[in-house]
């Protein structure tokens, strides 16, 4: 009996080591007056523009595509474009040129080992000789950005600059703590109660030298908070649908995760 209750404590300090030790992640869902989630795309549409959102990766990372409808070309002033994330606002464009410096070297040698110095010292000839040579190159490259770029009619740009945010959230009644491994929580909030909200601000034209700039104000916020564990989060080993090689043979060892949780208007953390 007492046997038992020794293994029987051991097992509840084991589960409860697993349980405080296994990665955790939480899953940030968002929300939009604006934007739409519609057949797996967040997209936004006037009679201008697709922009169609995907913020799927750690942090958050507010990528977006641009597609001019038109049959005339549009302009995107990125200087009058902003990310406004809790209030803060963060610029597209900055007046500065970026350069980028490489460099590249080699070496060579050849060193004299232990073992041919005491081959030399009885008459043996030596098989290596030390030499070495450092050669190296260096170059500068600086580009600036265009503050207003031009989009065709009928293509598409892509862009990726920001992240949503760094941070895990948590109170005092969503935390870690209680944590279940085969399930996973949430928490869900309101537009008022968000802990972040961040708006797209784009600023274009029809017109190279137009005044009348036309703006788009796409505004978000976190909806939702889920946590969840590693194996949850990974979700099932599944097999590719359609997968071939370049001969166009079908291939039934093809096979990928996907998260359950991947969404485009979701983002997530590490939280343990």
């Known amino acids: 009996m007492k046997d038992y209750a020794i293994k029987l404590c051991l097992a509840c300090k084991l589960a409860f080591t697993l349980n405080s030790c296994t990665s955790m992640y939480q899953v940030l869902e968002t929300k939009s007056p604006e934007v739409k989630l519609e057949n797996n795309a967040y997209i936004f549409e006037n009679p201008d523009l697709l922009i169609n959102y995907d913020f799927w990766a750690m942090g958050g990372q507010v990528s977006f595509s641009i597609t001019n409808k038109l049959d005339i070309p549009i302009y995107i002033d990125w200087d009058h474009s902003h990310l406004i994330n809790n209030g803060i606002s963060y610029e597209y464009w900055y007046d500065e040129e970026v350069s980028r410096t490489t460099y590249r070297s080699s070496t060579s040698s050849a060193g004299v080992s232990a073992l ?10 030596q098989s290596n000789y030390r030499y070495s040579a450092t050669s190296g190159s260096m170059a500068s490259q600086s580009k600036k950005t265009k503050q207003i770029i031009q989009l065709p009619p009928k293509s598409t740009i892509q862009v990726s600059k920001f992240a949503i945010s760094r941070s895990v959230y948590f109170d005092c009644d969503f935390n870690l703590s209680h944590k279940s491994l ?76 996907i998260s359950p949780y991947k969404k485009p208007n979701a983002f997530f953390l590490r939280a343990r």
């Open 116 to 125: 041919s110095v005491i081959a030399a010292a009885y008459g043996y000839p």
């Open 182 to 257: 085969k399930q996973s929580d949430s928490k869900t909030f309101g537009l008022e109660v968000s802990p972040v909200t961040f708006r797209n601000f784009l600023s274009y034209s029809t017109s190279e030298k137009s005044e009348a700039d036309k703006l788009i104000d796409n505004k978000f916020y976190i909806s939702m908070a889920t946590f969840a564990s590693k194996i949850k989060f990974a979700g099932k080993m599944s097999a590719k649908a359609n997968a071939c090689n370049i001969s166009g043979r079908k291939s039934r060892y093809a096979f990928e995760k």
